[in-house]
């Protein structure tokens, strides 16, 4: 799901607004089902009208945080924005992660 909005959003949008409008869409619908699954846990419940409004707000506001805006962040950070260089050797900060390379620019 997150590779689809992402490559979606990728695509249509200029570069730098992509991520901040991934982030806001992913909270945004992990909340409205965060929303929808305490309404349906609410449906269960024999309890007053204030414990349902928490236990409907509580799903919400917890989904849209964790698995919405944490876990795009993640992706986002598993991703790598930057441009990387044609030339590893160039600009060591920018090589694979790749133990022998660090090695190598460790010796040198």
């Given at each position: 799901?997150?590779?689809?909005?992402?490559?979606?959003?990728a695509?249509?949008?200029k570069?730098?607004?992509?991520?901040a409008?991934?982030l806001a869409?992913?909270?945004?619908?992990?909340s409205?089902?965060g929303?929808l699954?305490?309404?349906?846990?609410?449906?269960?419940?024999?309890?007053?009208?204030m414990?349902?409004?928490?236990?409907i707000?509580?799903?919400?506001?917890?989904?849209g945080?964790i698995?919405?805006f944490?876990?795009?962040?993640?992706y986002?950070?598993?991703?790598d924005?930057?441009?990387?260089?044609?030339?590893?050797?160039?600009?060591?900060?920018?090589s694979s992660?790749?133990?022998?390379?660090?090695?190598?620019?460790?010796?040198?």
């Amino acid at each position: 799901m997150y590779k689809t909005l992402w490559n979606q959003l990728a695509q249509n949008k200029k570069k730098a607004p992509a991520p901040a409008v991934f982030l806001a869409l992913l909270t945004a619908g992990w909340s409205a089902a965060g929303i929808l699954s305490g309404l349906l846990v609410c449906l269960g419940l024999q309890t007053e009208l204030m414990v349902k409004l928490t236990v409907i707000l509580c799903t919400g506001g917890y989904a849209g945080l964790i698995p919405g805006f944490f876990g795009g962040i993640f992706y986002l950070y598993r991703m790598d924005l930057r441009k990387t260089s044609a030339d590893p050797v160039a600009d060591p900060e920018k090589s694979s992660s790749d133990p022998a390379s660090l090695i190598y620019f460790h010796n040198n």
